[in-house]
Nanobody
């Protein structure tokens, strides 16, 4: 069973930084596309940043210049470095993994980690 476990969330003041981690349980991590999503209270889940198997990255406009997504395939771990945080960044951050299994494209979500930015 593939599992994702996020960590690193917490309460931070505006202007501060946090580093989120997402640990994957299997070696298929290196062949997976990974992404971070955010869900604010009362809002839909939205893409924050994504990274392909080859390391190409993409960011939501709100994250460009402040957030950095990266991956360590040797550790089966995805990261999101978040700088210059503001209250609009508050929400539950989810890690997502996409990989091809014998049944086709499979998507796995983590349980989420709460990020709260105070003004």
């Amino acid at each position: 069973q593939v599992q994702l476990v996020e960590s690193g969330g917490g309460l931070v003041q505006a202007g501060g930084s946090l580093r989120l981690s997402c640990a994957a349980s299997r070696s298929i991590f290196s062949s997976s596309a990974m992404a971070w999503y955010r869900q604010a209270p009362g809002e839909q889940r939205e893409l924050v940043a994504g990274i392909t198997r080859g390391g190409a990255t993409d960011y939501a406009d709100s994250a460009k210049g402040r957030f950095t997504i990266s991956r360590d395939n040797a550790k089966n771990t995805l990261y999101l470095q978040m700088n210059s945080l503001n209250p609009e960044d508050t929400g539950v951050y989810y890690c997502k993994q996409d990989y091809f299994s014998p049944t086709g494209l499979t998507t796995i979500w983590g349980q989420g980690t709460q990020v709260t930015v105070s003004s």
